[in-house]
């Protein structure tokens, strides 16, 4: 299921970037560890009594600022395109501008739940003076105040409730899920054509929870049903957003939400650039299947160390994504295209793989035996027990004697041991060390 998405829009001034903070709180402060998975500011995850969303600060749309125009027209996109509710902020200081009323107009049409918000309401003085804003015509006006943080409860219930419903079509377990994502222009759609021309059997096409998006199902010769999810706009040329890198990231975002598998498309003309990493590194941390493509692989001048040098690189740069297999391909000539749908059928099944604990157990032992655990300040760590909770992806948990004890390193020791034990290439494995009482 597709995490639902809130767009804030507004003109500048009125506390977008205010009520984006409060409703994301610490989240936005968050930087991981692992080396691309730094977030970007635009956007973030908020939380509301138990709905997860992804919440977008638009920036201030000025048609005052003639130089501008082409912005405005790309945040109204945005809106239009990416968010499933929309929050339209207002101030309650200047009341309601021409500019609000271009906005206004642009919202119209986007046919989506729009739910006007006037802000700086600091006071209970204040909240007369909201009536004008009716004139809007998106009925009845929230009063909040970003800096108190007064009526956003409010707000956000109101947004919860506008969340599209759940589509149960995405329950079904039997069905491999997988799409192609990366940055724009590295031949998502050209893979996506050429899949599809290559198996020739579409049972059916499903609209997409993903804005905008088409989900193509096909099946294999044994019977296997894949789903490629449509990362929404993927088949659009020349949209001004689709060139705008971070909101192709965030498209990126709902399509590996809605994936079991994720295929990172890099561009072999190009190279690995910053944003690949920054995209791949979300699939990694969603814990989906990863399969790294490199596309246009036909266009490149070889000799005998030109595919080895490449796939040490790819390994360099993302070290986090060491268990993912690589595929070079090209999607105008089809090569390797054929690879890709047993790659996907083995690493769905890893993926659902359990394993006994006590099989589990002796891998483990050995696995101490091998290399001891670590000590500190004359504690040593002790593993009592290691047992596998779930699946998609494959997780376990450690019991210690001291959570404190269990290094980084030996940690990833440890997972090493397991994939060397049980295979479980393209899939992230999940590790939780727990104290035992």
């Not at 339209?88 to 107009?105: P, Q, R």
């Not at 108190?148 to 377990?173: C, M």
């Not at 893979?191 to 609209?207: K, P, Q």
Request: hydrophobic letters at 40%; proline letters at 4%; glycine letters at 6%.
């Amino acid at each position: 299921m597709s995490t639902p998405v809130i767009a804030i829009v507004g003109r500048p001034n009125v506390g977008k970037s205010t009520i984006f903070n409060r409703v994301v709180g610490e989240r936005i402060s968050i930087v991981e560890d692992i080396a691309g998975v730094t977030r970007d500011r635009i956007y973030s995850e908020g939380e509301w009594l138990g709905h997860q969303f992804h919440i977008i600060d638009t920036g201030g749309i000025d048609i005052t600022d003639e130089p501008f125009m082409s912005n405005i027209r790309m945040q109204a996109e945005i809106a239009m395109e990416e968010a499933d509710v929309i929050i339209f902020l207002t101030s309650v200081k200047e009341g309601v501008t021409s500019t609000d009323e271009h906005i206004a107009k642009m919202l119209y049409r986007t046919n989506k739940p729009v739910l006007l918000a006037v802000n700086k309401v600091d006071n209970p003085e204040l909240r007369s003076d909201i009536f004008d804003f009716y004139a809007l015509g998106f009925g009845e006006p929230f009063p909040i105040s970003g800096s108190h943080g007064l009526g956003l409860g409010d707000l956000l219930d109101a947004a919860v409730k506008a969340f599209p419903e759940h589509d149960d079509q995405e329950d079904d377990t039997d069905v491999i899920r997988f799409s192609f994502i990366g940055r724009p222009n590295v031949g998502k759609s050209s893979l996506v054509n050429a899949m599809l021309g290559e198996e020739r059997v579409i049972v059916s096409n499903v609209a997409g929870t993903t804005r905008d998006a088409i989900d193509t199902s096909f099946t294999d010769e044994e019977g296997t049903i894949f789903k490629m999810i449509d990362t929404a706009g993927i088949r659009k040329k020349g949209r001004v957003f689709e060139s705008t890198e971070k909101y192709s990231v965030l498209r990126a975002l709902r399509a590996i939400e809605r994936s079991d598998i994720v295929c990172v498309v890099l561009n072999a003309e190009e190279g690995i650039q910053e944003q690949d990493k920054k995209i791949a590194g979300y699939a990694h941390e969603a814990g989906k299947g990863v399969i790294i493509l490199v596309n246009k692989w036909d266009t490149l001048e070889k000799d005998n160390s030109t595919f080895k040098e490449f796939e040490q690189n790819i390994r360099k740069e993302f070290l986090y994504l060491s268990y993912a297999p690589i595929l070079f391909v090209s999607a105008k000539t089809k090569q390797r295209l054929v690879k890709i749908a047993p790659l996907l059928k083995e690493i769905h099944e890893v993926r659902s793989k359990r394993i006994s604990s006590s099989i589990l157990n002796d891998v483990l032992m050995d696995a101490i035996a091998m290399n001891p655990t670590p000590t500190d300040k004359g504690n040593r760590l002790k593993i009592y027990y290691m047992t596998q909770v779930a699946i998609q992806p494959p997780t376990f948990v450690v019991f210690v004697n001291d959570v404190e004890l269990m290094h980084f390193s030996y940690e990833r020791f440890l997972e090493n041991r397991i994939r060397s034990a049980f295979g479980f290439e393209g899939t992230p494995i999940h590790m939780i060390v727990r104290q035992r009482k």
